[in-house]
């Protein structure tokens, strides 16, 4: 199984479909219909590529054939089960049965695909991955995705796309059709393009030609044509988005065990590179919930903040208190969704340019502070440190850091025209992972959460 992909940019967007019908036989009647559902590994961006070797592809349009008239490779079928259907539809009838993109995984099994990877593996909100399946012998990839609001098993998910792959599926067995007449096996080039038209882009190598079509982000079909015989032998199709009228699940009102086992330090541990923030009279360790701003007496600006958080995913929450108020971004760490109030703030920035109040970082970093006595700190700290100082107005002082993610910030300001010169201007926090009680993150300090709901349900 390929790696797991996510598209956060496109949560939360109305992007739906009607549902389609699947495993329909030639004679036109349908297996199955889709219907509303009652409804791991990491996960990465999800990027714009084509599969496929590397090389400078053409001018989209500007396809080479190598049986450059258009062949009979769109005709001498007695029936078309796809009559009526156009590439942009998304469908494809394989050995009689037809499957348009996307479907329910549970009218997916009725096309009668056999698993060979695991469908108990879980996906997250708004990701998708490839899984394989056999049927009659041959070996196809299938694209699945979970559209709804918990992470989900394989096997309760969104079938959106599949890959016949001439390694896998020989192009002299089965009959495997696309919209308009096209047939795997005998069409060329030029009988796409003359069905299809122009391609958004075109790829030209040694051993194949591919050609790419496009309807949007997400939505493409991707075709391989052998370069010595000319004639269509892979087939990579996929429609990511939303079947209309998808149940994506109901959000969680309970406050998630690890959210009320969090405890607010009484006070700065006075260890520069802690995790630790002190907002007027309030101390926090990162990451904090915001269950726990909230009853410092901050308030959810719901104008401006999203109502839930999808599981193991993110949303944006404004706080407010006292006329100041700050916009970030709330995690969620359970795998099901949580309301905005028990996500968890991962990052934050305080100071003369953000969230303009009293604080101060563990061991002794205040805004305003002199410049040169925060770089005192900072060496005396003998933390390991990155500085930034190609700006004629700001210097970046990073430290702390152990990835992208987890780091702590302070901005001297230099210049003197705005504000007074060499001053700390800012300070920033990012910490995505939980912490125990000593400052280590990771496997321990999800481990001291969780010994800490235990001691909790002793009680």
């Known amino acids: 199984m390929n790696n797991i992909l996510t598209w956060m940019t496109l949560f939360g967007a109305a992007l739906t479909i009607a549902s389609s019908p699947v495993c329909a036989s030639d004679s036109g009647t349908e297996s199955g219909a889709v219907s509303t559902p009652a409804e791991s590994e990491g996960a990465v961006s999800i990027p714009a590529e084509s599969e496929g070797a590397v090389s400078t592809p053409t001018e989209p349009g500007d396809v080479s054939t190598p049986a450059d008239a258009a062949s009979d490779g769109k005709a001498g079928l007695s029936g078309d089960p796809l009559k009526g259907l156009k590439w942009s539809d998304y469908a494809i009838s394989v050995d009689g049965d037809v499957l348009k993109f996307p479907m329910l995984y549970s009218d997916f099994a009725a096309c009668g695909y056999e698993a060979e990877d695991d469908l108990s593996t879980t996906l997250q909100p708004m990701q998708y991955s490839w899984f394989y399946f056999t049927k009659d012998g041959h070996r196809v990839s299938f694209t699945v995705a979970n559209f709804a609001n918990n992470t989900l098993p394989a096997d309760e998910c969104v079938v959106c796309g599949m890959t016949i792959d001439s390694y896998y599926w020989p192009v002299d067995e089965g009959e495997i059709l696309l919209p308009e007449g096209i047939v795997r096996g005998e069409a060329t080039i030029g009988d796409v393009a003359a069905a299809y038209g122009d391609p958004s882009d075109v790829y030209e190598g040694e051993l194949y030609t591919s050609v790419t079509y496009e309807t949007d982000i997400y939505e493409e079909m991707d075709l391989k044509f052998n370069a010595e015989s000319g004639v ?65 007496g901050w308030e959810i600006n719901p104008a401006n903040s999203d109502e839930f958080i999808p599981g193991k995913s993110t949303a944006w929450v404004t706080l407010q208190r006292g006329g100041k108020n700050f916009r970030t971004m709330a995690s969620n ?127």
């Open 232 to 296: 269509l032998t892979d087939i990579d199709m996929r429609k990511i988005v939303r079947p209309e009228g998808f149940d994506a699940g109901e959000i969680s009102e309970e406050i998630p065990a690890r959210v009320s086992s969090y405890r607010k330090p009484e006070e700065l541990s006075g260890t520069l590179g802690s995790f630790e923030l002190k907002i007027k009279d309030d101390v926090y360790s990162f990451p904090v919930p915001v269950r726990t701003l909230i009853e410092d």
């Open 333 to 459: 760490y359970e795998d099901n969704a949580v309301k905005i109030e028990n996500g968890w703030i991962t990052s934050l920035e305080v100071g003369l340019q953000n969230l303009n109040v009293d604080a101060e970082l563990a061991g002794g970093v205040t805004i305003g502070m002199d410049g040169d006595e925060f770089r005192k700190l900072l060496e005396a700290s003998g933390l390991p440190y990155e500085l930034d100082d190609e700006s004629r107005n700001f210097h970046y002082y990073t430290f702390a850091k152990d990835d992208w993610n987890n780091y702590i910030q302070v901005i001297v300001y230099v210049n003197g025209d705005t504000y007074p010169e060499n001053t700390v201007l800012t300070i920033g926090i990012s910490r995505t992972d939980l912490m125990d009680d000593e400052g280590a993150a990771g496997e321990a300090g999800e481990a001291a959460v969780e010994e800490g709901i235990a001691e909790e349900a002793a009680a």
